[in-house]
């Protein structure tokens, strides 16, 4: 499934910006011109994004060959030089762009991710990314998490149910949304996870009456409650800290206890990191 995904996404990218053809190379450099060029990093961080590239060198154009030197997950700094590519110029040109788009956001999600991983050393937690992913790349923003060293939470609404606040209130109530979720399973013959979403700590402790679920969010719980809330866990089931937690606060949360921290911010209010692709 993944295959068709990427496949799909890289088929539509190329004919979003090349269209009926690249004009302004068609206009001025022979069809039958060769050359090389080379990625340069221009900023600090983690590379992520390489081997979707290849992907996407590949799709325009098989013949294009690439030395590489760096590689996804390696640490990056101005001046690095992360492959050279050679081949036709028109199909290099092609790709400058939607290479650029992919690795740049890709490294800039690793980069920013690893910046978070790195606050939770020496704790059990783990940092979670969200379905806060912009469409039609969320494949490639989940895998940059992975590069940076967080952990997917789930790729969409397919892999896990997550009962969350309107799910509950739906649901008619807790008891009735956990007990149809579990039907559910059974009937259709499904073996996925149940996460439900507690707002306080007394929607926590009907969901440990009812029991039957994999994991607990702790919704926009504050540290003091966080802690009470791990305690009446007592590790029977996955505990998730969620809402509003950022890079100064997430180190406070892990020390509570919690298992896993999700934060949106992973891929949705990312910079990209700085590269070019110049010709040799």
Same mark, same amino acid.
Do not use: W
């Given at each position: 499934? !993944?295959?068709?995904?990427?496949?799909?996404?890289?088929?539509?990218?190329?004919?979003?910006?090349?269209?009926?053809?690249?004009?302004?190379?068609? &206009?001025?450099?022979? &069809?039958?011109?060769? $050359?090389?060029?080379?990625?340069?990093?221009?900023?600090?961080?983690?590379?992520? $994004? !390489?081997? *979707?590239?290849?992907?996407?060198? &590949?799709? !325009?154009?098989?013949?294009?060959?690439?030395?590489?030197?760096?590689?996804? #997950?390696?640490?990056?700094?101005?001046?690095?030089?992360?492959?050279?590519? #050679? #081949?036709?110029?028109?199909? *290099?040109?092609?790709?400058?762009?939607?290479?650029?788009?992919? !690795?740049?956001?890709? &490294?800039?999600?690793?980069?920013?991710?690893? *910046?978070?991983?790195?606050?939770?050393? #020496?704790?059990?937690a783990k940092v979670l990314d969200t379905r806060k992913t912009t469409p039609g790349m969320r494949y490639l923003e989940k895998l940059a998490v992975k590069i940076g060293g967080g952990e997917n939470h789930r790729m969409g609404l397919y892999d896990m149910i997550m009962l969350k606040d309107n799910h509950i209130d739906f649901a008619g109530g807790i008891e009735p949304a956990i007990n149809k979720a579990k039907e559910y399973l059974r009937k259709n013959r499904k073996n996925i996870k149940i996460e439900i979403e507690a707002r306080n700590l007394n929607e926590l402790k009907e969901i440990l009456k009812v029991g039957g679920i994999d994991r607990i969010m702790l919704d926009n719980f504050n540290y003091d409650q966080t802690r009470e809330a791990v305690k009446l866990i007592d590790n029977k089931y996955e505990t998730e800290s969620s809402g509003g937690i950022t890079l100064d606060t997430i180190r406070n949360y892990a020390e509570c206890g919690v298992d896993y921290i999700s934060v949106g911010a992973l891929t949705h209010q990312i910079k990209s990191l700085d590269m070019s692709l110049k010709a040799i």
């Open positions: 499934m !993944i295959d068709k995904i990427l496949d799909a996404f890289i088929k539509n990218a190329i004919a979003e910006d090349i269209g009926e053809g690249d004009h302004s190379s068609l &206009s001025c450099i022979p &069809s039958t011109a060769n $050359g090389k060029a080379q990625l340069l990093i221009k900023q600090e961080g983690i590379l992520a $994004g !390489i081997e *979707i590239t290849k992907k996407v060198f &590949s799709a !325009i154009d098989p013949t294009i060959s690439m030395e590489q030197f760096l590689f996804d #997950g390696n640490k990056i700094y101005p001046g690095d030089r992360a492959f050279i590519v #050679g #081949g036709k110029v028109h199909s *290099i040109l092609k790709a400058e762009r939607l290479v650029l788009n992919i !690795i740049q956001r890709m &490294s800039g999600i690793a980069t920013t991710t690893n *910046i978070y991983v790195n606050k939770l050393i #020496g704790t059990k």
